[in-house]
């Protein structure tokens, strides 16, 4: 088995743990996987399967990552460069949250659990594909019941890689299921509906039907426009997409009441401070909820709990 490591400085303050559960959300994520101190998933890498694992060092005060690559097939530069991107994205790395901290430290009702989670960055998908199988695999059941079945979407048409730990997986990218059929989805546990978007999406995007490269470049509004006239999509979900495969942190899924969905809330300026990446944060911190790593056994008091989130009571089922 090839294998090249590269660094990769964090901003501070900044912690894996923290980060890549709220990545998982559950410890049932076969995909996303934390072990030992230690981050690990299956990527495509220059074309070929390979394991990336992500492990947190310090380098005199300066938080850093060391990301290792493994792989069958020799290890390229591009795929080095790679990985390195792809850890920066999903981890948050380039997001400014020193606004939030400004404002958040002194504020009587988060500040206790701004230093809880201190080091917590905002997560995101690796690819807005993945973004939105899991929004349309996460609608209206528990994250849990979600999580499982995207479990087996990655078993059953992920590519694979065999290491000491075994078989892993990657997640399927579109590729990977335009030939699949509809049924060999749903005999996974997704309803037919589900089924049918799923692989209608990755259709459409392998046919460029759905350019999800040009979202890129949308103002919000417009994105989720666009996201909205994929099959199986509606506001919530796309929105969902904006934050967590776009990385749009400053735009907050719209609530779901009675089968109508209202407007997505854009966090505004308070106290002349930027805001932005508040509700990416406060989503990730409702997600430490799965691993009981915000929980009253941890000593969150009354207040914090009242206190936690607009963004956790919204999401109780939806924080995948």
């Not at 990545?23 to 890498?45: C, E, F, M, P």
């Not at 690559?69 to 790395?93: C, D, H, W, Y």
């Not at 078989?167 to 997704?190: K, S, T, Y």
Request: hydrophobic share 40%; glycine share 8%.
């Amino acid at each position: 088995m090839a294998q090249a490591t590269i660094v990769l400085p964090a901003p501070s303050p900044f912690r894996l743990d923290l980060t890549a559960w709220a990545l998982r959300r559950r410890w049932k994520n076969t995909v996303d996987r934390w072990d030992d101190g230690q981050y690990s998933r299956v990527i495509i890498a220059d074309g070929h399967p390979a394991r990336l694992t992500a492990v947190q060092a310090m380098t005199g005060v300066q938080p850093t990552l060391m990301v290792t690559v493994e792989s069958a097939t020799p290890i390229s530069e591009r795929a080095l460069n790679e990985a390195g991107l792809l850890v920066q994205k999903m981890f948050g790395l380039a997001v400014d949250l020193r606004p939030f901290y400004e404002l958040a430290d002194d504020d009587p009702a988060i500040g206790p659990l701004v230093q809880r989670f201190r080091g917590l960055r905002p997560p995101r998908f690796p690819t807005v594909f993945e973004g939105l199988v899991n929004a349309i695999a996460c609608q209206q059941v528990t994250l849990d019941l979600g999580i499982i079945v995207l479990n087996r979407l990655s078993q059953r048409f992920g590519p694979h890689l065999v290491d000491h730990d075994g078989v892993r997986h990657a997640f399927p990218a579109a590729a990977d299921l335009a030939d699949v059929g509809e049924e060999a989805i749903r005999e996974l546990g997704f309803s037919r509906q589900k089924a049918r978007a799923i692989q209608q999406l990755a259709v459409h995007v392998v046919d460029t039907s759905v350019d999800l490269e040009r979202l890129e470049g949308l103002n919000n509004d417009q994105a989720v426009a666009a996201l909205s006239r994929v099959h199986g999509i509606g506001r919530w979900s796309a929105e969902y997409v904006l934050l967590r495969g776009l990385g749009r942190a400053g735009h907050l899924p719209g609530r779901r009441r009675r089968g109508a969905e209202q407007p997505a809330t854009v966090v505004p300026p308070r106290r002349q401070a930027d805001l932005r990446s508040y509700p990416a944060v406060d989503i990730s911190v409702a997600s430490l909820r799965g691993p009981r790593l915000l929980s009253p056994a941890t000593g969150q008091t009354a207040r914090e709990r009242r206190v936690m989130t607009p963004a956790a009571t919204q999401l109780t089922s939806r924080d995948c």
